[in-house]
């Protein structure tokens, strides 16, 4: 039995059904880069909201900050100035509307736009967290291919061993420790701050200084003021570094074993190419995929350890101020802090995830 085809009347049949129109790969890109970018505002918009009501917890502001260095009155009359008497979703959509204009407020113990912290104290927190990525990597990637070239070796065991530590280690005890050993017992490294006092002079009274000293140093040609800022960001950087490196190191071996174990990779080896070469060539490239991948959750825990090192280092930077501020429980700097990080932290992941996807175009489908 034979089944025909008809066509309307004026057409010629085709065999064939008309092809559907290939999905553009540009298209679908784009969609994912609007989504993204989309995701971002209720993720901060949550990060705001559960910030503004987690420091009301304890009550208004002045009063946590100012309670018992002023008098009844004086506390009442600052509080009906500064308006936290009056009901607190008043507050909040008064405070949404400050921040859609570029206000987070100003401080209680200083009197200083929280905008202008970051603008003072930011290029600091950007230059440790550099330097700890620099250290991250520089540890992370050649360590992982070594342990996935001897997989379940002794070379394997002990920097599994050792990422773990790294991982586990409490920064600020991996930051008291490196001061112990560099900078009380050998005298290796400075233990306290971003450079010596000469040097913080010479670089904060240059013609539009970036904030960042040893870029800072770069610009002028000062190589003294360069060696002399490297010497104070090696032992923050190490410690705020191996923390992600442990992480890094444990997803280069997990990957660099997979793509080891691929038949062009086992074709290469029957050739004759040398094992070195496997690793460096065929395992590298794919070993920095998942690196990419997890790059945003990574800078969101180099910030919250960047407060903690900052305060072992005394590294002036926003984690520093932010601890001050905490001390003094001055809770409009804080709830500005955190919500400027908080930014800082979605554009991050945004930036990461548009990398990951030009990369990997797996991950958009």
């Known amino acids: 039995m034979t089944m025909t085809i008809t066509s309307p009347p004026g057409q010629v049949p085709s065999p064939l059904a008309a092809p559907k129109p290939a999905k553009q790969k540009g298209g679908g890109f784009l969609r994912y880069v609007i989504t993204r970018f989309l995701l971002i505002i209720p993720t ?90 620099l250290v991250a990597l520089i540890v992370g990637i050649p360590l992982g291919l070594v342990a996935a070239k001897f997989r379940d070796r002794y070379p394997d065991a002990i920097l599994r061993v050792l990422a773990i530590l790294a991982y586990a280690t409490p920064v600020f005890f991996a930051g008291l420790l490196l001061k112990l050993i560099f900078g009380v017992w050998l005298h290796w490294l400075p233990i306290a701050g971003r450079a010596d006092w000469q040097t913080e002079l010479q670089l904060t009274t240059l013609q539009a200084p970036t904030g960042i000293y040893w870029l800072d140093a770069l610009r002028s040609g000062n190589m003294e003021a360069f060696v002399n800022v490297t010497q104070h960001a090696i032992l923050p950087a190490i410690a705020l570094g191996l923390l992600t490196g442990g992480v890094f190191l444990r997803l280069v071996r997990t990957n660099a074993i997979g793509t080891l174990g691929r038949e062009y990779v086992e074709a290469g080896r029957s050739r004759g190419v040398s094992e070195f070469r496997l690793t460096t060539k065929h ?57 400027l990080l908080a930014i800082i932290v979605a554009f991050t992941n945004f930036i990461v995830d548009i990398l990951a996807a030009l990369i990997d175009p797996r991950v958009r489908y």
Do not use: S
Request: cysteine-free.
């Open 44 to 133: 901060v918009f949550i990060l705001i909201t559960v910030v503004f009501f987690l420091m009301r917890v304890t009550g208004d502001p002045i009063t946590a900050a100012l309670g018992g260095r002023l008098t009844p009155d004086q506390l009442a009359e600052r509080i009906h100035e500064a308006g936290y008497d009056r009901p607190l979703f008043i507050q909040y959509f008064e405070y949404l509307g400050q921040i859609f204009t570029g206000n987070l407020g100003r401080t209680l113990t200083d009197n200083t736009a929280v905008t202008d912290i970051l603008t003072t104290y930011g290029a600091a927190t950007l230059e440790l967290a550099i330097n700890a990525v």
């Open 283 to 339: 395992a590298y490239r794919p070993a920095l995929i998942p690196i990419i991948t997890v790059m945003g959750m990574q800078i969101a825990l180099l910030l919250g350890g960047a407060v903690l090192t900052e305060t072992t280092f005394e590294w002036k930077g926003l984690g520093f101020k932010l601890a001050e501020y905490l001390t003094a429980r001055d809770f409009v700097a804080v709830q500005g802090i955190v919500v």
